[in-house]
């Protein structure tokens, strides 16, 4: 695993893309086609089942490095990743001249667990470990831990597979999606031979809008333009090919058995249909909150309960795929025309809906309507150039998110806890409470937002103003006030406050407001009043 | 009464009636060393080593400063006080009182590897002993400086082979001294940047040999850094200063490069691990070493390692002072500024 250490160190120590695309194509060049498909699989978020859990793991490593199970969980929580505390606590080896596995080996190994009993997945796992390095172990750990970020996109690992093996991004974007794993294919299959169109269910990459900062005037002609409201449910794509339905989630994820209302399309579209759309939750004529959706997202069995209370239609916003052809290079004009007639050729019922062209003749027109957007349970606009591609991954220029203006509310801070990853160390995630007579009520966490020079800012206070201590989480003196932005706002049995927020994040430090100024419950609950739901 | 005390201006003995490393302006103060947080203002006189005063009185000014050479006892109204190596920088001490057969040791900050520049930690037997505890985490382990530095002239080597300048940050006083010293400096040309000159000027002054370097000037051409190393404090990256350097490739020295995450947040291209302070392992040794029975834990993660020291049947308490302690640790972005 050596030659994947040094990929791993290269990846680290760089924050530059292009040492990072050249160190990635320097691997692929040189490691076997099995080790490519596995960091493949790796950056693009196929990591193996886990064998192991994390339970046993921490009593495993707390034990060898002959420490108490509390001070490795007290480290744990501060260096804020598991496979790397167990790679710093545990005792140097003296490595002896030991064979070098390659990263598929030790893949192998680490799937191979999976059948064993407790007793000997112990063995085994200390056997790796005692052999190994510090780099060599925090990649092993990782590999069994999951949540493997080399701070490489997919977009990057694509582009240095496309320096490697010369074939052009889009199309390896392309042979990349869908369903596949290490197991099921290899690397000559997937990458080099590949022919998309041999797999029905295999989706096309998703098109992704960044998020207009200024005006939209600087676009232009509004002539030019199609404009949409933006939903908020889960973007998908749903492929009808060879009498059968795929629903894939924008994550990369299948998702066909989630949604048992679209099998109807099964039968209505024709075969060699994609489309893309929002997957929403919707009942009697109105579009419900995100919230509704959330609730059956996560569940393993649709039951017929949920499908009562949460039911889903598609609202279609574009045709990628029509009879058979990819229909992506033709302008969204095109698409957009052939999308509407298929709509209208039959009744889809509620299941498959237009997602409909806001009419408007000027930017402040449009303006206008995007600000009263919330009404419709909308997020904002997307706008959409009509003579545009549907390109792959996040490209700027062609489509825009024009969302509103976030809802807002002053807050005040009352725990902490420090961060993961790059945020280990620091104190970065909050708790905020509204006031309530003299009390103070929690209603939201929040994760993001500030500088790093106020987070390290706020982690220095947060030291010294410590009132009590459980585990990781410390409560603070009530001091702070912070403008907490999010999207929306709804009624929440499950909260104190009773009340749950859509993307909470901080956008502000009110440092020239005292806690006396922060907002009330009453207020929290207006909000809901007039935008919850 | 206890040998010694814990107040509001810092670590009091009220028999001799003085002061270690006290935090609010006093009569009479001993240093273990000379940074910011251990050695203060506004005291009306200080005790520190020969080898300590140099710095101390170049950063302080015209104060009233005494030394005392390592070793060397003196008896203050009855408690006999010794200084003792405590291997953090030159001139770095530990502090052992005695009084009617009771010995207490202040360790201020130490470090146990001979790290070649600054005299080398040595164990002080005593009853109760205040330790730091800045790297008080078992997942802090050093590896040996051969090691760190042929990492760190290896990476200069390579930035020059690419045509780059290297910048390395450390704290201006002792790290970036520990750094020239074992810099190659058969690649190229050590510089400076004026705080790190500053203090190797009042270091060669006293006769302690350090290699030579050149101060960054303005007058100095862009072109000629490529290739050579410049060190400089922490705080310089980011400032219009670094702007000349270029192509540029930027590393930190510090405990706290241990953690990816905290190495990933800085703005660096390399994280070398060094720390001028003990490690786990040195921790737990110079605890055992002392033989004492009460261990108090000063800045670091103190809670954790309070209660560890309790696991292993230590007597031991926290005590609260104005040491860089879990704070810097958290706020560690600047680096050695708060780890000094």
């Known amino acids: 695993m050596k030659d994947f250490a040094t990929l791993f160190t290269a990846l680290d120590q760089t924050t530059k893309i292009n040492a990072k695309v050249a160190a990635l194509a320097h691997f692929f060049g040189q490691a076997s086609d099995a080790d490519r498909l596995w960091t493949i699989a790796i950056l693009s978020h196929r990591r193996p089942k886990r064998t192991v859990t994390t339970t046993l793991l921490r009593q495993w490593a707390a034990q060898e490095s002959k420490l108490p199970l509390w001070l490795f969980e007290e480290s744990y929580h501060i260096v804020g990743d598991l496979a790397e505390t167990i790679a710093l606590v545990l005792p140097t080896t003296e490595v002896a001249a030991q064979q070098d596995h390659p990263l598929s080996y030790w893949v192998n190994y680490i799937k191979a667990l999976g059948a064993l009993a407790e007793e000997e997945k112990h063995e085994q796992v200390l056997a790796a470990w005692r052999q190994m390095d510090k780099q060599e172990r925090f990649i092993f750990n990782k590999l069994i831990t999951g949540g493997f970020r080399l701070g490489v996109s997919q977009k990057l690992m694509v582009r240095a597979l496309s320096k490697h093996t010369g074939i052009d991004e889009n199309s390896l974007a392309h042979r990349l999606m869908g369903n596949w794993s290490p197991d099921s294919t290899t690397f000559e299959e997937l990458v080099i031979a590949a022919n998309p169109a041999d797999d029905i269910s295999k989706p096309y990459p998703f098109y992704l809008a960044y998020a207009l900062e200024d005006t939209p005037e600087a676009l232009g002609e509004p002539a030019d333009w199609q404009a949409e409201f933006k939903w908020d449910g889960i973007r998908g794509q749903l492929i009808v090919r060879e009498g059968e339905l795929f629903v894939w989630s924008r994550g990369e994820e299948l998702v066909t058995d989630k949604f048992p209302e679209y099998q109807l399309l099964r039968e209505k579209l024709p075969d060699g249909t994609v489309l893309d759309g929002e997957i929403l939750p919707y009942k009697e004529g109105e579009v419900l909150s995100f919230n509704v959706l959330q609730t059956r997202i996560g569940r393993k069995n649709v039951s017929k309960k949920i499908l009562e209370k949460a039911p889903v239609v598609l609202r279609a916003y574009d045709l990628l795929e029509w009879q058979g052809q990819d229909l992506r290079e033709q302008p969204l004009g095109e698409r957009r025309i052939l999308l509407e007639q298929l709509l209208a050729s039959q009744d889809f019922g509620d299941t498959l809906q237009l997602s409909e062209q806001v009419a408007f003749t000027d930017w402040a027109e449009l303006a206008q309507i995007r600000e009263n957007a919330r009404q419709y349970r909308s997020e904002g606009l997307m706008l959409k150039q009509k003579s545009s591609a549907y390109r792959s991954g996040r490209k700027k220029g062609d489509w825009w998110k024009w969302k509103v203006d976030p809802l807002t509310i002053d807050a005040v801070m009352i725990y902490a806890q420090r961060g993961h990853g790059r945020r280990a160390n620091l104190y970065t995630d909050f708790t905020f409470a509204v006031r309530d007579g003299d009390a103070l009520v929690p209603f939201t966490k929040a994760y993001s937002g500030l500088t790093d020079k106020e987070f390290r800012a706020i982690t220095k206070w947060v030291g010294k103003n410590t009132v009590e201590r459980f585990g990781p989480v410390r409560s603070v003196k009530p001091t702070h006030v912070f403008e907490i932005a999010f999207e929306g706002i709804n009624a929440s049995t499950r909260h104190k406050s009773g009340v749950a927020l859509r993307f909470p994040r901080i956008s502000r430090w009110r440092k020239d407001k005292p806690i006396e100024e922060a907002n009330t419950i009453e207020d929290l609950k207006q909000l809901l009043q007039q935008y919850g739901g | ?340």
């Open chain 2, 1 to 340: 009464m206890a040998l010694l005390e814990f107040t509001k201006k810092g670590i009091f003995c009220p028999q001799a009636n003085v002061y270690i490393d006290p935090w609010r302006p006093v009569d009479r103060a001993l240093i273990t060393h000379g940074h910011a947080d251990h050695s203060r203002f506004g005291h009306k006189s200080y005790l520190c080593t020969t080898t300590a005063k140099p710095v101390i009185r170049y950063r302080l000014g015209p104060i009233a400063v005494q030394t005392i050479d390592y070793g060397k006892e003196i008896d203050i109204n009855g408690v006999k006080v010794s200084f003792h190596p405590a291997g953090h920088i030159i001139g770095s001490a530990q502090i052992r009182l005695e009084y009617k057969g009771e010995v207490w040791c202040v360790s201020g900050d130490y470090k146990i590897e001979n790290d070649g520049l600054s005299e080398a930690f040595e164990p002080v037997k005593c009853h109760a002993f205040i330790t730091e505890s800045t790297f008080g985490l078992p997942v802090y382990t050093w590896q040996d400086q051969a090691t760190i530095f042929k990492q760190i002239n290896d990476w200069w080597r390579q930035n020059k082979a690419e045509g780059k300048v290297s910048l390395l940050t450390a704290y201006a006083l002792g790290k970036a001294q520990r750094l020239i010293y074992h810099l190659d400096e058969s690649i190229g040309t050590i510089y400076t940047h004026g705080a790190v000159e500053n203090v190797n000027e009042v270091i060669r002054q006293q006769g302690i040999h350090i290699k030579p370097t050149t101060r960054v000037r303005q007058a100095i051409k862009s072109k000629a850094f490529i290739g050579n190393i410049i060190i400089a404090p922490p705080g310089a990256v980011g400032s219009p200063w670094v702007r000349r350097f270029k192509p540029l490739s930027v590393g930190m020295a510090s405990g706290w490069m241990s953690l990816r995450g905290a190495r990933r947040r800085r703005a660096a291209d390399r994280g070398f691990v060094l720390s001028d302070h003990a490690d786990w392992e040195g921790l737990n040794q110079a605890i055992a070493e002392t033989g004492a029975e009460r261990v108090f834990v000063t800045h670091g993660y103190t809670e954790i390692f309070k209660r560890w020291l309790r696991d292993q049947g230590y007597d031991a308490h926290i005590v609260a002072t104005e040491f860089e302690g879990e704070l810097s640790e958290m706020n560690s972005t600047e680096g050695e500024e708060q780890e000094a």
